[in-house]
């Protein structure tokens, strides 16, 4: 059974950087199958896709997040990690991280960007 467990905090000022962390049990991220990636909704919108990294580590972004955001991994503690800088009240979400392709999902975390 596959189960993605995040962390990280759930406020952050603005401009500051965002850092949340999904820890994998049960499928290795390096799987060739399933992309890994985040996701996230904000109030009273539908999901967002974030971006995701593959089986070769590369990652791929969302266009209008794509000069915030990075997601990279740790392939011996089977995790990845979302940093998103420069972070404003409109990046305020509840924050997911999943397997695309296995419809398995982190818990969610609620993000708010305040002061």
């Known amino acids: 059974q596959v189960q993605l467990q995040q962390s990280g905090p759930g406020l952050v000022k603005p401009s500051q950087t965002l850092s949340l962390t999904c820890t994998v049990s049960?499928?290795?991220?390096?799987?060739?199958?399933?992309?890994w990636s985040w996701i996230r909704q904000a109030p009273g919108k539908g999901l967002e896709w974030i971006g995701a990294?593959?089986?070769?580590?590369?990652?791929s972004y969302s266009p209008s997040l794509k000069s915030r955001t990075s997601i990279f991994r740790d392939t011996l503690k089977n995790q990845f990690f979302l940093h998103m800088t420069s972070v404003t009240p409109e990046d305020t979400a509840i924050y997911y991280c999943?397997?695309?392709?296995?419809?398995?999902w982190g818990q969610g975390t609620q993000v708010t960007i305040s002061s």
């Open positions: 990294i593959g089986y070769f580590g590369t990652p």
């Open positions: 999943a397997r695309i392709g296995g419809g398995d």
């Open positions: 049960g499928d290795s991220i390096i799987s060739d199958t399933y992309y």
